[in-house]
T-cell receptor, first 111, second 120 residues
Framework: EDQVTQSPEALRLQEGESSSLNCSYTVSGLRGLFWYRQDPGKGPEFLFTLYSAGEEKEKERLKATLTKKESFLHITAPKPEDSATYLCAVQANNAGNMLTFGGGTRLMVKP | DAGVIQSPRHEVTEMGQEVTLRCKPISGHDYLFWYRQTMMRGLELLIYFNNNVPIDDSGMPEDRFSAKMPNASFSTLKIQPSEPRDSAVYFC??????????????????FGPGTRLTVL
């Protein structure tokens, strides 16, 4: 069974204080790993897809990396508007178009 | 494009009543997904369709839940009878055919704003 574990569950940062969010996964053949951002009262919003170990993608202050067992979402010099819940999900080769989500990391950035 | 549209945005009902949630996917997307999100269990896939056909409904909690997709632009999730433990936010998502070129990423899912269901 595919499993996704995110840590920490919650993270408080001061504005400008860089950090990383972790997503550990077990999957029978990874087709893709997805990162989403979710703001309160809204649906998840797509950020990145990573397909193979060693791949990296960047968007503004966010950078996602992938290894064979985990993915990191690095946040450089965060701003209060980066506060949100960040969700990680995996798609297995034999799972059709299904995603298995982790529990998320709730990020709070204080000014 | 308006994105995935869900209605109603909020629903409050009493135990035992029938509840119907509605979803309009993004035009051209041939996959549609229904998810449920709670604090305890996170985001769970209930069922998904491909070209209006249900592909995997193993996440549907029990027979009280049913989903239909009569055409490419409309889907419903029905709960009958509803129970307090069904209270959650229900999301609909859609995605394009695998391997679509251009800006849209392979297999990316686009989520609607959700329906917050409260069963008293």
């Amino acid at each position: 069974e595919d499993q996704v574990t995110q840590s920490p569950e919650a993270l408080r940062l001061q504005e400008g204080e860089s950090s990383s969010l972790n997503c550990s996964y077990t999957v029978s053949g990874l087709r893709g790993l997805f990162w989403y951002r979710q703001d309160p009262g809204k649906g998840p919003e797509f950020l990145f897809t990573l397909y193979s170990a060693g791949e990296e993608k960047e968007k503004e202050r966010l950078k996602a990396t992938l290894t064979k067992k985990e993915s990191f979402l690095h946040i450089t010099a965060p701003k209060p508007e980066d506060s949100a819940t960040y969700l990680c999900a995996v798609q297995a080769n034999n799972a059709g178009n299904m995603l298995t989500f982790g529990g998320g990391t709730r990020l709070m950035v204080k000014p | 494009d308006a994105g995935v549209i869900q209605s109603p945005r909020h629903e409050v009902t009493e135990m035992g009543q029938e509840v119907t949630l509605r979803c309009k996917p993004i035009s051209g997307h041939d996959y549609l997904f229904w998810y449920r999100q709670t604090m305890m269990r996170g985001l769970e896939l209930l069922i998904y369709f491909n070209n209006n056909v249900p592909i995997d409904d193993s996440g549907m909690p029990e027979d009280r839940f049913s989903a239909k997709m009569p055409n490419a632009s409309f889907s419903t999730l029905k709960i009958q009878p509803s129970e307090p433990r069904d209270s959650a936010v229900y999301f609909c998502a859609s995605s394009p055919p695998p391997g679509t070129s251009g800006r849209i990423s392979y297999n990316e899912q686009f989520f609607g704003p959700g329906t917050r269901l409260t069963v008293l």
